[in-house]
């Protein structure tokens, strides 16, 4: 009797251990077991919700000279080949003094020198090289107009910075972060600009580009108050008018307005083209054809893993739109988010930098495509008109590959990141109505990103002969997780058609991406010729499966597979 109650005292206790052992897994990772039931995606083709904006088809970065370099000029190629609308390219310096050398954070163009006696040179050799490579691609410039000259510096000395990744570059923003010493003579060189693309380019390719004026003017690339930028705006918009009535030009390309200080610049610069005295005319409020601001997110190191900031990019995107929204007057206009990003520096290599270890793999994509629904969802929540999404990211020339920058690519072989690009780049027609059982609520996003269970959601379009539906699993940390078993239904195929054909894109740790590949190699610094070019194969995107046609019944398709924790997809149909 005694050894048989200890036998079952034991038994007793262990399957308490084992239920209690369950009770803190399901606890410690609330999304492991629910992750495993299928999540249901239905796609409403027939509920369409508007015109599906080609929003993601910005880019931009800070180094102007790396435009015209042999991989710059094949990633442009690559981006204006992806998109069937124009892309637009925005780069800092496009003003700035010196010889055209690149460097982290730098770039020069010399389109503006004073001669000894202080008369206006203009040099518009560089910046048109600059624009050249855009146009011969069939991209276009998202003119930031800055920074200022040396000649025209109200503090010119130092003038050209040196950024070393991981110091505290106190001295970055020096002589061409200041307000000019002359503001006729900066309203001349801009109108110079103008008119000099006019008659190089046309004007009706010049009325299609944006004429943004500064970046960043409420930190430290600005070194003015917030009047300050109002009169170089109102002088700027001014010059830009004179040369081109039909131009578009905009700002204030402030920084996140989550943030008090940067709600308070945009509140205030909005409130002074809206009814302040305009400082170029003496008249009252300022031309303003589009609107910019930046939303980032704040990655961090959490036990040693990264952790995605996507609660604080989407607040950006969402305050903006309420201050904007605020503005009668405004409320209509084109908004552009003229750098909308992980977190705020390119240049910042993960490799001296931890915490931007996901800028290699697919959960830069993973991330970037819930930021697309988040910004389409939003502004129609607040009723404004977003136009773009444009990503700060490029490439660098001369470092080392997959170095960790923030970047679509690496000595011309692109990254996962690429890839969300031209899925994106597929997608025509209207939005339509899109529900899922594993969606994060976007008011728990807005408070808390993805930090609980999985984003496991859709955005699909249709157009007359296609319907795609991107999905994709996301979570903000980078850990391990479990697949998500899709169970994919559309309905609203047109009854006409019998079979449609199927094509189902790919973003993971296997597909569409380079990184994984160049891993498996030894991480080679110098690929061999045979090397590099498989590498530049798997850069591209893939499908999971071959293409096949299949059968329709009822207007009706259902499909089911699996999509591994941070990865994407794209499901098309067409007929």
């Keep these: 009797m005694y050894k048989f109650t200890m036998k079952y005292d034991f038994l007793r206790t262990a399957k308490m251990a084992r239920a209690l052992l369950c009770f803190i897994l399901i606890a410690l990772t609330p999304g492991l077991l629910l992750a495993q039931e299928p999540v249901a995606i239905h796609v409403d083709a027939n509920s369409k919700l508007g015109p599906f904006k080609p929003i993601s088809s910005y880019f931009g970065y800070d180094e102007p000279n790396y435009t015209y370099t042999k991989n710059g000029r094949k990633l442009i190629g690559e981006l204006a080949a992806m998109s069937s609308v124009p892309v637009y390219i925005r ?44 146009l011969q691609a069939k991209a276009k410039p998202f003119v930031e107009i800055g920074f200022m000259p040396q000649a025209l510096s ?25 307000p000019p010493k002359d503001y006729d003579k900066w309203g001349e060189l801009v109108y110079q600009w103008v008119r000099h693309s006019v008659e190089k380019y046309g004007k009706q390719q010049v009325e299609s580009w944006y004429w943004e004026v500064w970046n960043e003017p409420d930190i430290s690339y600005w070194h003015g108050t917030p009047e300050e930028y109002d009169k170089l705006y109102d002088y700027t918009a001014a010059a830009v008018k004179r040369a081109l009535a039909s131009a578009r030009v905009g700002g204030p390309a402030s920084t996140s307005p989550s943030g008090p200080k940067a709600a308070a610049f945009l509140q205030q610069f909005l409130e002074h083209c809206d009814h302040g005295k305009n400082f170029a005319t003496g008249g009252t409020g300022a031309p303003l054809d589009f609107i910019t601001y930046h939303a980032k997110g704040r990655p961090a190191l959490v036990d040693g893993r990264v952790r995605m900031g996507l609660a604080k990019n ?23 988010l003229s750098e909308s990003d992980p977190e705020g520096c390119a240049a910042c290599s993960a490799r001296v930098y931890p915490q931007n270890a996901y800028r290699n793999g697919p959960l830069y994509p993973t991330y970037t495509a819930v930021m697309l629904k988040n910004i389409l969802e939003l502004a129609e929540r607040r009723g404004t008109n977003i136009e773009g999404m444009l990503s ?69 379009v249709r157009s007359e002969h296609e319907i795609s539906v991107m999905v994709w699993n996301y979570h903000d940390d980078d850990v391990p997780g479990p697949e998500a078993n899709i169970e994919l239904n559309i309905n609203g195929v047109p009854d006409a058609a019998r079979h449609v054909l199927l094509r189902h894109y790919r973003i993971d740790q296997t597909h569409s991406n380079a990184y994984t590949l160049w891993k498996s190699m030894g991480s080679p610094q110098n690929p061999t010729q ?34 591994p924790r941070h990865a994407v997809s794209l499901v098309q149909l067409s007929w």
């Excluded at 503090?155 to 020096?174: H, L, Q, V």
């Design 530 to 563: 045979e090397q590099y070019a498989a590498l530049e194969a798997a850069g591209q995107l893939q499908e999971l499966d071959s293409p096949r046609w299949i059968e329709i019944k009822g207007g009706n398709i259902g499909l089911n597979f699996k999509l």
């Design 91 to 134: 780069t800092h310096f496009l003003l700035a003094t010196g010889d055209g050398t690149p460097g982290l954070k730098w770039g020069s163009t010399n389109a503006y020198t004073e001669d000894a006696s202080g008369k206006p040179v203009y040099d518009w050799k560089i910046v048109d090289q600059i624009f050249d490579t855009y």
């Design 154 to 178: 109200s503090n010119p000395e130092p003038y050209r910075p040196t950024w070393i990744p991981g110091a505290a570059n106190k001295d970055y923003s020096i002589g061409w972060s200041y």
């Design 392 to 460: 700060w990211a490029f490439e660098f020339e001369d470092q080392p590959y997959f170095d960790g920058f923030r970047t679509l690519a690496t000595n011309g072989v692109d990254k996962p990141v690429l890839n969300f690009f031209r899925m994106a780049g597929l997608m025509h027609g209207d939005r339509v109505k899109v529900e899922s059982s594993g969606r994060v609520p976007l008011d728990e996003v807005l408070k808390e990103g993805v930090r609980d269970n999985p984003d496991v959601d859709g955005l699909a």
């Design 314 to 336: 989407t607040q950006d995107v969402d305050k903006g739109y309420e201050i904007v929204a605020g503005f009668p007057k405004f409320r209509s206009l084109p908004i552009v």
